[in-house]
């Protein structure tokens, strides 16, 4: 069959799509310029500006307490949750499934404005205790479905062969099956900790006052148009941050890879 | 077992308890809230009322649903039409390519979703370099606005729900059967028979999940248009949010988010429905 140029064209066409703003907006960085229309000389003031803005400082550390906070809880919750799941298909368990599969299904605003009515409605103070009572929620889900992935891989007749060597359920647990769900576990750690960083939608709905996030931050930097130069240079850094991890994480995998006969 | 079905309890119990806590019962309170007055405090008052549902026949409520449900359409008609292609594409290639292409589409997701919105700003800006590149050659006269309307907001909902529609249509089309393919060539039909008889029926499951993929997340649009759109171009999540934190009225959002998340059910229902048919009939 003769291959049609429309697949690749598209390919081609859909790349520059994803990545012209990205580009732009790095390039920006560096722009005297302040809304980037024309190259108007490079210059590092907009990063100076940034490193000066302590607003900005105080709502990156309040982002890493609360994602520090709901990937160690949701990573629990849902690692436990996996597990209910695997071993039992009764009509509890479907239920259980039920409320682990919507909230990845629901939109974010709907889950932000249904919590914050449930703030307002018991009298719960707004701050960092709700947006972590937030990210938990939608974090479990997560974990849960990575998790169960790995645990659909693990043959349980290794904690049989460790019960039948005298082991007992903590040492079977700790010793063969945690060790075995161990790269699921931080794969859906680290997922927690990514989403709960990089949510916005959710926690602009159930952020009080002085809990800005980092994301939500940005978003009130962003309704003034004097801060879009310093939005480029912040965005710039957090893409650099992204890429690192990636790279080094493709990198670490490569090795593995490489590792095996 | 008893004593393990005791223990599959107290193991599900914590998530179980949680999920009920802070998802389940606030899920429901947007159907109940929808009916209690509003306080002027911004809280909630005494008693129950109907009055919030009334309002909702306001005519600026019609035509934001109309258009909520109209730009999410077409962003999911886009993503399926510039999907396939493109999945197709990634599916045929070399291992190698696959595994590279597939990374390239993730990476933009890996920065932040605000960041992505902004950076659109910055190009379609009056002042941006798309801008006065059009001007140069002639396509857009100094005054045309490619910031705050309807299209704009499209633009950029293709732009980041696209990634969701590549990744399910990219693992039915690398589990379809090319020979299928050719064999129908070989039986004498046209390349487009060949690809709408067999290929798009063999990919349906992957379409399925694909529209679903886009459609919910879409529909539920708040950002995009907040930060891209105008006050012609918002969507039912803006009323919601505004309705919440400008006027703080939260029976009136309340009402609103009942109304999104029945927009949302639905096509979710549709989804298992269809699904249920076929598998019966296939039993």
């Known amino acids: ?261 | 077992m008893p004593g393990q079905r005791m223990k599959g309890w107290m193991i599900s119990l914590p998530s179980m308890a949680w999920l009920t806590v802070f998802f389940l019962l606030p899920t429901l309170m947007i159907f109940i809230i929808a009916f209690k007055p509003a306080n002027p405090l911004g809280g909630l008052g005494e008693g129950w009322t109907l009055r919030t549902w009334l309002e909702l026949g306001n005519p600026n409520y019609p035509s934001i649903i109309w258009r909520t449900l109209r730009l999410s359409f077409y962003c999911t008609a886009a993503c399926i039409l510039l999907g396939i292609p493109f999945s197709y594409y990634i599916a045929r290639a070399p291992e190698r390519r696959q595994r590279a292409l597939l990374l390239l589409v993730i990476i933009p997701f890996w920065t932040n979703f605000l960041i992505r919105v902004f950076a659109w700003k910055a190009v379609l800006h009056p002042e941006g370099a798309l801008k006065h590149m059009l001007v140069a050659v002639g396509i857009a006269s100094p005054d045309t606005m490619l910031l705050y309307n309807e299209w704009a907001v499209l633009l950029v909902m293709v732009y980041t729900y696209l990634p969701f529609a590549i990744m399910p249509l990219y693992a039915a089309i690398e589990k379809f059967d090319f020979a299928l393919l050719d064999a129908a060539l070989d039986l004498g039909a046209g390349r487009a028979t060949a690809m709408r008889r067999v290929f798009l029926p063999g990919i349906r499951r992957g379409i399925q999940t694909a529209v679903l993929m886009v459609l919910i997340p879409a529909l539920g649009s708040y950002v995009i248009p907040d930060i891209l759109g105008g006050p012609s171009s918002e969507m039912l999540g803006n009323k919601i949010a505004q309705r919440a934190f400008a006027d703080r009225n939260l029976p009136h959002s309340a009402a609103l988010s009942a109304l999104l998340c029945l927009c949302v059910m639905l096509p979710m229902l549709m989804g298992t429905l269809l699904r249920r048919k076929r598998t019966g009939g296939a039993a």
Not at chain 1, 17 to 27: A, D, E, K, S, W
Not at chain 1, 145 to 162: G, I, K, N, T
Not at chain 1, 235 to 254: D, Y
Request: with cysteine; glycine share 6%; net charge positive.
């Open chain 1, 1 to 261: 069959m003769k291959r049609s140029r429309l697949p690749g064209l598209t390919v081609l066409i859909l790349l520059v799509f994803f990545y012209l703003p990205i580009v732009i907006l790095v390039i920006n960085s560096f722009n005297l310029h302040k809304y980037g229309g024309e190259w108007s000389g490079f210059t590092l003031k907009w990063y100076v500006r940034l490193f000066q803005d302590d607003a900005v400082w105080h709502a990156l550390r309040n982002s890493l307490i609360i994602a520090g906070v709901s990937t160690a809880a949701s990573t629990v919750l849902g690692t436990l949750a996996a597990y209910a799941l695997h071993r039992s298909n009764d009509r509890f368990q479907k239920i259980h499934h039920g409320l682990i599969y919507m909230p990845l299904v629901l939109p974010d605003i709907l889950m932000g404005m249904s919590l914050l009515l449930f703030f307002v409605a018991v009298g719960f103070q707004l701050g960092l205790t709700s947006i972590c009572i937030a990210h938990i929620t939608f974090c479990i889900s997560y974990v849960a479905m990575v998790v169960l992935a790995r645990l659909q891989d693990f043959d349980f007749s290794m904690m049989e062969a460790a019960y039948d060597l005298g082991a007992n359920s903590w040492t079977a647990t700790t010793r063969v099956l945690l060790p075995a769900l161990a790269p699921g576990i931080t794969a859906g750690a680290l997922l927690a900790f990514t989403l709960s960083i990089d949510d916005f939608v959710i926690t602009f709905f159930v952020a009080g006052p002085g809990s800005s996030t980092l994301p939500v931050h940005i978003y009130s930097m962003m309704k003034h148009s004097r801060f879009m130069p310093v939005i480029n240079a912040l965005s710039t850094l957090l893409l650099l941050v992204t890429f690192v991890a990636v790279g080094s994480s493709q990198l670490i995998n490569k090795q593995k890879g490489a590792d095996l006969p």
